[in-house]
């Protein structure tokens, strides 16, 4: 079955600390991979995403992201992150040529001053 | 423009009661989508137009009545909700849904059914 693991439910970190939020997928085929961010209140953002091509995507606001076939992970690392990065965090992954976005189960990120 | 709209922004219905929810893209996205998001769990599909066709059906029951009027607009008709139906309710366009593209999501409408 596809699916999407995001293995951190809750992480707690002061600023400036640097972040790695795990993501794992299972899925038969060719994929794409995306991480989302929904700030309290607001909608579901786009991060950044991995089509093809280089492994290691950058996305918005510092935030990047490594793809590792082997492993079937997509963590998102930021070195130093900000108050302001407070929010959930989304895994998704889809396959080639499908509409059917599979979302993981979220991490709720609290960075405190 | 990469703007979806959704309205209303909140809305509370009783379960007899009939509504609709209304989503609005103008970027020239071919591909629209309903999804559902219970508080503190990710949104789950629904369903999925491309090129104003229903393309997926989640299984979804059918007090829930999806309709795509043009290629920018895209309602969700109630009938008969349940209270379990609570829920905050995204819809999301992308290019093309015949090939992969990141989709753009709406601010949700905040559904109550008492």
């Known amino acids: 079955a596809q699916s999407v693991s995001q293995h951190n439910h809750h992480v707690i970190l002061s600023e400036a600390a640097s972040l790695e939020l795990g993501c794992n997928y299972s899925?038969?085929?060719?994929?794409?991979l995306f991480w989302y961010v929904q700030y309290p209140g607001q909608h579901l953002q786009l991060l950044l995403k991995?089509?093809?091509?280089?492994?290691l995507v950058k996305g918005i606001k510092g935030f990047e992201a490594e793809f590792i076939k082997s492993k079937f992970s997509f963590n998102l690392r930021k070195p130093s992150v900000q108050w302001s990065d407070t929010a959930e965090y989304f895994c998704?992954?889809?396959?080639?040529?499908?509409?059917?976005?599979?979302f993981g189960t979220g991490t709720r990120l609290q960075v405190f001053p | 423009d990469t703007e979806v709209t959704q309205t209303p922004k909140h809305l509370v219905m009783g379960m007899t009661n009939k509504k609709s929810l209304k989503c609005e893209q103008h970027?020239?996205?071919?591909?629209m989508y309903w999804y559902k998001q219970k508080a503190k769990k990710p949104p789950e599909l629904m369903f999925v137009?491309?090129?104003?066709?229903?393309?997926i059906n989640e299984s979804v029951p059918s007090r829930f009545s999806p309709e795509c009027p043009n290629s920018s607009l895209l309602n969700l008709h109630l009938h008969a909700l349940q209270p379990e139906d609570s829920a905050l309710y995204l819809c999301?366009?992308?290019?093309?849904?015949?090939?992969?593209?990141?989709?753009?999501f709406g601010p949700g409408t905040r559904l109550t059914v008492t």
């Open positions: 999301a366009s992308s290019l093309d849904g015949s090939h992969s593209y990141e989709q753009y």
């Open positions: 899925y038969g085929g060719t994929v794409n």
């Open positions: 991995y089509f093809s091509g280089d492994p």
């Open positions: 998704a992954v889809n396959g080639k040529n499908t509409d059917k976005l599979i």
């Open positions: 970027m020239g996205h071919r591909a």
């Open positions: 137009y491309s090129y104003e066709k229903l393309s």
